[in-house]
């Protein structure tokens, strides 16, 4: 008995870990020290667990599962260590929507196993255990299909037909009528079929959400990895699970909420899908081109070397050029004429929420440069030069109007600054499929190519002045 | 009161505990956050852990050593992959105060 109070204790501090980890990660100089306190609790639960283990077998010590657990920690360690290490900072999204799918699945499969040795069967733990089962397997699957699609193994766009909805319904139905017919002996077999099932909807729903909508969903997943983790955490009676997958999943919402409300969606409307492109589909290149004018690199140099205030708005056709490098470039060569540079940021840039800044950051550009969406739009009126790179909808002075696809997206509000130049591949729409106003306000002038090439090209002339 | 309405109670207070932390951090670290986050659900390991000492036949064998691949890839990876943004924001503030 005092054993077990040891445990509990040594959990609740890991718990406590995790809590003051995730808090101190609220300001960019603590964050890397809170990472540290986090993986601390970490390692003190899986040493606890290892004990506890240990305690339990004391009687008939099974060496052979020992043998197979740190088999298996071993080589999935070395595999999460070396993609870790790899990935691109542009590909973080499809990463952590695989870190999703690992983490969910492991949580099916304890929800699962446990059916085989459950000694004591009570309504809660059953609940907890198919909540368990098909949450877990839900994000297995959806996460996997996130992943593939922001990694372009299938396409990103909406992949839709006719009764999908339909089907997961009936799908929903069928899960229900099998958790109905339960009794002792075909327990494990209805939790393989349920498992089954869930994993069936969990493709279904991710295939249909379109690439720009993925942020969302990956939250959503995370959040979803959380619940299933907590739940069996309620089998097993682990305080630990509990509290760490409820604070992940009560986070993971919140973030989904933030992010849906940044880009003005309904987040139900998200999950649902069919927004946004559909695969396959490039049919995106009709846009009225009245009272556009166009620019050079050499003008846009020029204008930048004299102003005072510079704004760059980054955007994800930035990120997809991989032109933070050449941003910096053009950050010094700017800051060493006197030029002062500052970043603007709307929520939802990038893939992830604060997915551009870490993409700038990677680049040398210093935090402290970079405006959050209320700061930005403070200082846009005060810029001489607003410079969007990559960055459409998000820019789309439409929004502030009524009647538009946009009305009432929070947007950064470039249209204000004195002069504008868009750096744009080409002459597309935006992701909402709409025409951007600022485009052909009489400030703007656009500057058509590709981000990285049309910069490096700025930077040439630049440093020629 | 049994274990099961203590762990009901703790469970229902993490999930505010988790509005609270998160619900005032800038967007600026919206993605290490996600990513810390996305880390601690790797606690799964724990469960995996635990799981162990009661195996019985082939298949509850394959099913733990796919539990525990997974769950410690979670853990590593993405611990290793926050730092590693983390590390990025930290050098920055080194530079400046040279």
New interface residues.
Partial sequence: MELINTIWFLYLTS?VC??A???F?????T??K???I??FG?LL??L???W??SL??KANF?K???L??????????????S???Q?K?TQ?PQ??S???M??G???A??A???F??LKQI?L??IIASFLGIIIGSITFTGSFIASAKLHGKIPSGVIDFAGRIVIIIILIVAILISLTSINSENLIHISWLIAGFSAIIGILFTLAIGGADMPVV??VL?AF??L???M???I?????????????????C??SI??SR?MNRKLIKIMLGGFGQKAGDNSNSSILSQNIRTTTADDLALRLAYANDVIIIPGFGLAQAGAAGEIAQLDNELTKKGVNVKYA?H?VA?R????M??LL??A?????K?L??EAANTAFPLADIALVVGANDVTNPAARKSGSAISGMPILNVDQAKDITVIKRGSGLGFAGIENLLYSDEKTTMLYGDAKKALSETVESLSEL | MT??TV??T???L??????E?????????????????????????????????????PL??I???????????????????????????????K??SK
């Fill in positions: 718990a995790f809590v980890g995730l808090h990660m609220n300001n960019p100089k964050a890397r809170g990472n540290f986090s993986m970490m639960a899986c606890v667990a290892c506890q283990t339990n077998n099974d052979f599962s020992f197979v657990l740190f088999l298996g920690i071993g080589l999935g360690a070395a595999t999460g260590a993609l870790a290490k990935v900072m973080m990463l952590v695989l870190f999703n690992v983490g699945g492991a949580a499969i304890i699962l196993n446990d085989y040795g009570n809660i733990t990956i939250s995370n990895t959380g299933a983790v907590a069996s955490g309620f097993i009676y682990n305080p630990v699970m509990v509290i760490a997958g409820a604070i992940v999943g009560s986070a993971g919140i973030l933030l992010m940044a940021i929520p990038g992830m929420p604060g997915h800044n870490i950051a990677e040398n550009i210093n935090y402290d970079m959050e969406l | 274990i099961i762990i009901l703790i469970f229902i993490a999930i505010l505990i988790g509005y932390v998160i619900g005032k951090v800038p967007s600026t670290l919206h993605t290490p956050l996600m990513s810390g986050a996305n880390s601690i659900h790797g606690v799964v390991l724990v469960g995996v852990i635990l799981s162990a000492s009661a195996l019985e036949g509850n064998y099913l733990i050593f796919i539990a525990a691949f997974f769950g410690a890839m979670n853990i590593v990876g993405g611990y290793a992959i926050s730092d590693r943004m983390l590390n990025m924001f930290k050098n920055k503030t530079d400046e």
